[in-house]
């Protein structure tokens, strides 16, 4: 398996711009989260679907910030308009429920924002 | 609410030293417990786990064990190596709960 994937892994982009990054999930995988990592607020839970849906986005930091999930295997986190305080580290994750990795989070590489 | 507490860092061992990562937790149910490791420029990745008290979760030489009397889960290896160098995350999922809490990270670094 690929594992999770995330597009791009570096953005570098100016305050006011909209930002999008992409997630693709483990395949059969029905949980799926984004992470925001900082030095200052550490891993931050943002958004996570089950089965595509938005279960709890009480994480999204303010209305700038967006999720979808269209399908079992794509999602977008969205940002507009970016500002210099939201350079991060993003990272999606995706997990199963049952078989032997329940309760496990697979990680993707994570995409590095810097808003200038 | 469910919480996880871990030792500040970062810790700075030489190679072949002994390692302990402190970790405590406050949780309502029976949670299961997790040590994730992050190496430099990646994502999380589970290191071990342990599903219910008294389970001893155990990878690349790295042990801990499930203590729901201390609720501790503290992470240890007898001879640490310049490749362990990286940050480690404890964390909870509790019974039927979709989130896992993470603790805020020990980062480890390990002198040749």
């Known amino acids: 398996d690929a594992g999770v994937i995330q597009s791009p892994r570096h953005e570098v982009t100016e305050m006011g711009q909209e930002v999008t990054l992409r997630c693709k999930p483990i395949?059969?995988?029905?949980?799926l989260f984004w992470y925001r990592q900082t030095m200052m607020r550490g891993l931050e839970l943002l958004i996570y679907?089950?089965?595509?849906?938005?279960?709890?986005d009480s994480g999204m930091p303010e209305d700038r910030f967006s999720a979808k999930m269209p399908n079992a295997s794509f999602s977008t986190l969205k940002i507009q308009p970016s500002e210099p305080r939201d350079s991060a580290v993003y990272f999606c994750?995706?997990?199963?429920?049952?078989?032997?990795?329940?309760?496990?989070?697979?990680f993707g590489p994570g995409t590095r924002l810097t808003v200038l | 609410g469910d919480s996880v507490t871990q030792m500040e860092g970062p810790v700075t061992l030489s190679e072949e030293a002994f390692l302990t990562i402190n970790c405590t937790y406050t949780?309502?149910?029976?949670?299961?417990l997790f040590w994730y490791v992050q190496y430099p420029g990646e994502g999380l990745q589970l290191l071990l786990k342990?599903?219910?008290?008294?389970d001893k979760g155990s990878n690349k030489g790295f042990e801990a064990t499930y203590r729901k009397e201390t609720t501790s889960f503290h992470l240890e290896k007898g001879s640490v190596q310049v490749s362990d160098s990286a940050v480690y995350f404890c964390?909870?999922?509790?019974?039927?709960?979709?989130?896992?809490?993470f603790g805020a990270g020990t980062r480890l670094f390990v002198k040749a």
């Open positions: 994750a995706s997990s199963k429920t049952g078989g032997a990795s329940y309760n496990e989070q697979f």
């Open positions: 395949s059969g995988h029905d949980y």
């Open positions: 679907f089950n089965n595509n849906v938005p279960i709890d």
């Open positions: 949780a309502t149910g029976y949670p299961s």
């Open positions: 342990a599903t219910k008290a008294d």
């Open positions: 964390a909870l999922k509790d019974t039927g709960g979709f989130k896992t809490i």
